[in-house]
């Protein structure tokens, strides 16, 4: 693959690098104030229909914040770079649990809504232990690590496989406790029994107004910061493997980076655990699914030798502290996480 140009077809490669500069802090811009936007609208949105923050952040924001990753993925695979397409997903996967929730555990301690977590952290764990048995399986039907090619009927198993996590997350959302509380204002938002109804669905089509508008800039700044950033790597000859395992993945998990951060920011933690959650269940079904279906991937060997065994890694921890006891995610879990990713780092450039 190339760098810079060839991550979203925009061509850089004639400005200045000090324009370069200025469009990656006006993407950096741009990411700042998408991202208040969004964690604002998601928090209004879930108190306007009464449904947890975290049913919010798993399903609408993260289905907004993994669409960068399918953006890459999918125009990769039509270029025929299945292996950028997967590796985005992947990659996303580990930036996404063993960096940014690391980073954000680190940051403040966050709390734990066991309702959600024991439902999409198992959907998240299943995921990535279906993506894990797809490529294994398929490298012992082709014989060996050489020449594996993820199918279009596996994109198209992921698609629907897709669609009923998405009809079982309006499910779980209905059954959340906070969604089934007795209180009389919960229960008329829901059931719109009382004469405010049409004020509540203005409330909440201005609020998600607001949530898309967040989400918009958001993508548009991760976009641009990655094409600048991409353009920058090709003029200082950085090698275009680091590009895909690194910066890729790393670039297009920017919209749940910033999420995150602001979510502590402005005191809604819960947006960025069901964001996390979410966008790595997204990854595997929604990014990797699309971008198979489109056009079969190739798999390189390095997936087998390092990529998923990292991915595996950091999704037992982040298991192993939704199931462990307390009410809250501890500092210490965050810095463990940290560490796996500065270890998959190192071991990036070692293979180099």
Known sequence: MTCGSAIL????????????????????????????????????????LGVSKVIIGATVVSLGTTSA???????AA????????????????????????????????????????????????????????????????????????????????????????????????????????????????ITGTNSARPHK?????????????????????????????GELCTRYHVPPDIMAVTLIAFGTSLPELVTAVASIVKKHPELLVGNIIGADILNVLFVTGFSAAAVPLKVSPSFFRLHLPVMWASSLLLGAYILTGGNRFHRWQGLVLMAVYVMYCVLLLRTL
């Open 9 to 48: 077809g925009l061509d850089l490669s004639s400005l200045a690098t000090s324009l370069l500069a200025i469009l990656a802090a006006t993407a950096i811009a741009l990411l700042a104030i998408g991202a208040d936007r969004t964690v604002t609208g998601a928090a209004r949105l879930a108190s306007t």
């Open 69 to 75: 990753e399918a953006f890459v993925s999918v125009t």
């Open 78 to 189: 039509f270029r025929g770079q299945g292996d950028l397409a997967l590796g985005n997903a992947v990659g996303s996967i580990i930036v996404d649990t063993a960096f940014i929730f690391g980073l954000s555990c680190l940051i403040s301690s966050i709390p734990k809504d066991r309702f959600v977590l024991h439902r999409h952290g198992l959907v998240k764990l299943t995921t990535d232990a279906l993506l894990t048995a797809t490529l294994f399986l398929l490298a012992w039907l082709n014989h060996g690590w050489n020449g594996v090619t993820v199918p279009r009927s596996v994109g198209a198993l992921y698609i629907l496989l897709l669609a009923a996590y998405m009809y079982l997350s309006v499910r779980w959302a209905r059954a959340h406790p906070e969604f089934a509380a007795p209180e009389a204002g919960v229960v008329a938002r």
């Open 201 to 229: 669905l203005r409330k909440a089509f201005r609020n998600l107004l607001l949530l898309s508008a967040g989400l918009a800039l958001v993508l548009a700044g991760s976009h641009l910061l990655l094409e600048a950033v």
